[in-house]
Nanobody, 124 residues
Framework: QVQLVESGGGSVQSGGSLQLSCAGSGFFYTTNCMAWFRQGSGNNREWVATIDSSGKISYADSVKGRFTASQDITKTVLYLQMNGLKPEDSDMYFC??????????????????WGQGTQVTVAS
């Protein structure tokens, strides 16, 4: 059974930094597509960043240049370094995983495994 556990959330001042981690276990496939989403204000979770099974990294425009996604060598631990945080980045952040992302990994429905989320709060 795949499990994803996020950590690293917290409260910071505007302009500050946080690093989120997502520890994955129980993967039964050898390649992973992993992503970060945040809850957002709509009905669907808002995409933040994806590392696909080939290692390609993509970012939402709202975080490009400020956030950096990475993986450990086993490709089962996902990180999100968040710099230059803004109040509008405040949200619950979720880690997601699936075997492959043929559509780019930018839609929540592409993923079948989710973590419980970690809260990020940025004060102005």
């Amino acid at each position: 059974q795949v499990q994803l556990v996020e950590s690293g959330g917290g409260s910071v001042q505007s302009g500050g930094s946080l690093q989120l981690s997502c520890a994955g276990s129980g993967f039964f496939y050898t390649t992973n597509c992993m992503a970060w989403f945040r809850q957002g204000s709509g009905n669907n979770r808002e995409w933040v960043a994806t590392i696909d099974s080939s290692g390609k990294i993509s970012y939402a425009d709202s975080v490009k240049g400020r956030f950096t996604a990475s993986q450990d060598i086993t490709k089962t631990v996902l990180y999100l370094q968040m710099n230059g945080l803004k109040p509008e980045d405040s949200d619950m952040y979720f880690c997601a995983a699936t075997a492959v992302c043929p559509s780019g990994g930018r839609r929540y429905y592409e993923f079948n495994h989710w973590g419980q989320g970690t809260q990020v709060t940025v004060a102005s």
